[in-house]
């Protein structure tokens, strides 16, 4: 599973571990991205998705069905 949400497209980022004495070493901050499975409706079917914490949060407000359109919108296939 790549760590990136198949809704608002977080990826991880990189950037410096800095020391006490300034040296740099490189690390990365990974999105909290999670498996879900929702019911689509329309569809009559399960969708099986990968999500960060706040996309989980924009589909509570905004519905599975919205947040199906953004995805495909984007050019992913579900």
Avoid at 7 to 30: A, E, I, Q, Y
Avoid at 42 to 60: H, Q, W, Y
Wanted: net charge positive; hydrophobic share 35%; charged share 25%.
């Amino acid at each position: 599973m790549s760590a990136h949400c198949q809704l608002t497209g977080v990826k991880p980022v990189f950037g410096n571990n800095v020391s006490h004495s300034h040296r740099r070493t490189r690390r990365r901050w990974s999105p909290n991205i999670q498996p879900r499975r929702y019911w689509l409706p329309t569809e009559g079917r399960f969708v099986r998705l990968t999500l960060s914490a706040r996309a989980v949060k924009t589909i509570d407000k905004i519905g599975i069905e919205a947040a199906v359109a953004r995805i495909r919108a984007r050019g992913e296939r579900i």
